[in-house]
Each structure stands twice: as structure tokens, then as C-alpha cells.
């Protein structure tokens, strides 16, 4: 069973954005509101059926191919669902600055929204203009009646000054625990590796589409915002969420982007030239630059630039040859015994 090539298929979003993926992709932008594309997803956004699933060539939902054949396709244990792939991956092309906002994790999933996946994520930068930064975290403990005034006020100022502010640079790898506050400034672009959810609370709906009423998972603020952390991530914490190893020229190796505390929940490495072997699993490449194959003993698939592939556990252990580039984002390690019992510590 070889590698499944997907085309390109923007999601329309509430902010600026996607002249960046488009370029990468091989596209025309339709609009400028097109600012991110989901990867070889098997999950829709929250609230919809189809929005950011991905489709092959021919019009079949990856998600049914999965779901019709789970051992070729990730193995012979289970995950949430037939299609369950253990991993969302996403292009992220952000031409505004994006709303302060919170990703509920495992445990506070399975008790208020019945799946055994949180939404811890990482960002992996792509490109950036000058001086643009992500805001993780708070920089000092908040007092949470403190942060339902300001949330219920909108003052999105208040609590981006109450953040960390990262500026980022091409190459940088920075992983999003479940319950922190996050934001990204516009000018962004970026890989995005998560769990396979679209669970978000909004402390800051006022600069997107979305009503106060979109903005608790349907749940009420009342029942989300103990997901919220309070706490203040402190130098030594932040240092732990970031990785700076992809800022070196990639080498004939798969090399990992991101922190180790990410590995319990996916990982993402990168290569080019030509590589030894990586373990059969599922994974999503995403080809940066150049040309190449992927090569295992189930075949050979040419890829260039742009291209982006669902690589299956039946093509087995495979390597890159040629002169591509790629990324390669992978469930984490342990995967899917570690969705058992809740959070990974």
C-alpha cells in the first residue's frame, strides 16, 4: 500500500490570511480569508460535518479509506474511532493577529465532552516578517474573577500584557500544553501539529466572527474556564516548550522539531536528501522543497515541492532519496496506548 497524495484544500476562516499556503501549494488564493489547510485530516471543525476534512484526487474522504481499512492504515490497535489517526496537522498562515484562546486537555474532555483527546498543540515556523511573536502563557499568576471581568470586558490588551510574548524566528518549535493561554501575531506562518480536535475557548471572541455564545464549546464559561490555567509559566517552564533545532539547515536524517514533552502526544521531524530508514506507522509529509521519493519495499512515490502525502503502516519502513526536503508529523510516541487513563504525564 503506497503514500495517497492530497490536494490542496483550503479552509475558509474568520481572519487574513493564505497567500503563503497557496504559494506552497501550487494554488491561486480564492480569497483572502483562506488562511490554513488541515493535512490528511479525519476530523471536521467543531460544529461542522466537512469543514478541514481531506480529500484524495478523486473525491473520497480520507477519513472513510481510513476508516475501511484502520490495520493498513495505523496498525493493529485501535484509537477513538475507526478513523482515528492520532494526530491533526495543519498549515497555519496567519496575516492578523489571532485571538487570545485556551485548548482544553484530556481529563476535562473526557468528563464535559465525551472524547479521549484534549488539544495540547505545537507551532512549527515556517516563515515570519520582522518582530512578529506568539504569547504563551501568563508571565504572572492571574486572579481567575480578575480574568472573568476582563474576558466578560474584552480587554484583549489586559491580558496579552499579562503573557508571555516569544518573538520567532524560522526553524523554532513550540509546543502548547493543554490549559494555556496562547495567542500568534499576524505575519506568522507555521506548521501546526495537535491532537485530533477542534476544541477552543475563546477568551477573546471581539476580533473574530464568533459570539460570546460560540466561544465555551457549547458548555458555558461557567463549566470552561476551570480548564483555563491561572498559573504563571515561569523562564524556566517557557525554555521547556521550545525548541530551536530546526533553525540549522535540515540534514540526511529525521530529525526532531520539536521539545520532548511533546513525544507523548505527536512529533514532528523534518529531512532532506537521502535518509535511512524510519519506522513503518502512519505519518503526514508534507514536502518543502525540492524533489524526491519515498521508498519502502511496497514501492516508490515521487514527490516535489507543494505535495503533500497520508503515508499508510502498510507501505512499511521507508526512507527519502533525491533532493526533497520534507516535514513529518507523527502520533506520539506510544500511540494510541497513551490515550489510556487520560492526560500523558
Not at 484526487?57 to 480520507?62: E, H, S
Not at 496567519?94 to 465532552?113: E, I, M, N
Not at 474576558?151 to 493543554?178: F, K, T, Y
Request: proline share 6%.
Amino acid at each position: 500500500m503506497k503514500p495517497v497524495l492530497l490536494p490542496p484544500r483550503p479552509v475558509q476562516h474568520f481572519y487574513r490570511g493564505g497567500d503563503r499556503i497557496a504559494a506552497l501549494r501550487g494554488i491561486e488564493p480564492e480569497t483572502d480569508r483562506q488562511p490554513e489547510e488541515w493535512l490528511a485530516s479525519t476530523v471536521s471543525r467543531f460544529g461542522s460535518d466537512d469543514i478541514g476534512l481531506a480529500v484524495t484526487d478523486d473525491g473520497a474522504y480520507l477519513r472513510d479509506l481510513v476508516g475501511a481499512d484502520r490495520a493498513a492504515w495505523v496498525g493493529a490497535r485501535g484509537g477513538r474511532d475507526a478513523a482515528d489517526l492520532g494526530i491533526l496537522v495543519k498549515l497555519l498562515d496567519a496575516r492578523q493577529r489571532l485571538p487570545v484562546h485556551v485548548h482544553p486537555d484530556r481529563g476535562f474532555a473526557a468528563s464535559h465532552l465525551d472524547c479521549p483527546y484534549g488539544k495540547t498543540e505545537a507551532w512549527y515556523v515556517l516563515e515570519t516578517e520582522d518582530h512578529c511573536a506568539v504569547h504563551l502563557g501568563w508571565n504572572r499568576p492571574v486572579d481567575r474573577d480578575e480574568l472573568d471581568r476582563r474576558r466578560e470586558a474584552q480587554d484583549g490588551e489586559w491580558m496579552l500584557a499579562h503573557m508571555n510574548r516569544i518573538v520567532v524566528r524560522p526553524g523554532m518549535g513550540v509546543l502548547v500544553p493543554a490549559g494555556t493561554v496562547h495567542a500568534i501575531d499576524g505575519g506568522i506562518f507555521l506548521a501546526e501539529v495537535q491532537e485530533p480536535t477542534d476544541f477552543s475557548i475563546l477568551l477573546e471572541w471581539s476580533v473574530t466572527t464568533s459570539t460570546c455564545e460560540e466561544s465555551h464549546l457549547d458548555l458555558g464559561f461557567d463549566a470552561v474556564m476551570p480548564a483555563v490555567s491561572t498559573d504563571a509559566l515561569d523562564a524556566a517552564a517557557l525554555d521547556a516548550l521550545i525548541s530551536t533545532a530546526g533553525t540549522a539547515p535540515a540534514e540526511a536524517g529525521f530529525r526532531s522539531l520539536l521539545p520532548s514533552a511533546a513525544d507523548p502526544y505527536f512529533r514532528l521531524f523534518d529531512a532532506a536528501g537521502e535518509t535511512a530508514p524510519r519506522e513503518a506507522g502512519f505519518a503526514v509529509v508534507l514536502v518543502s522543497d525540492g524533489a524526491g521519493a519515498l521508498v519502502s519495499e511496497a514501492g516508490s512515490v515521487d514527490v516535489e515541492r507543494g505535495q503533500v502525502y497520508a503515508v499508510p503502516h502498510a507501505f512499511g519502513a521507508w526512507r527519502l532519496t533525491g533532493a526533497a526536503e520534507v516535514l513529518v508529523a507523527a502520533p506520539g510516541a506510544g500511540w494510541p496506548m497513551t490515550l489510556r487513563g487520560g492526560d500523558v504525564r
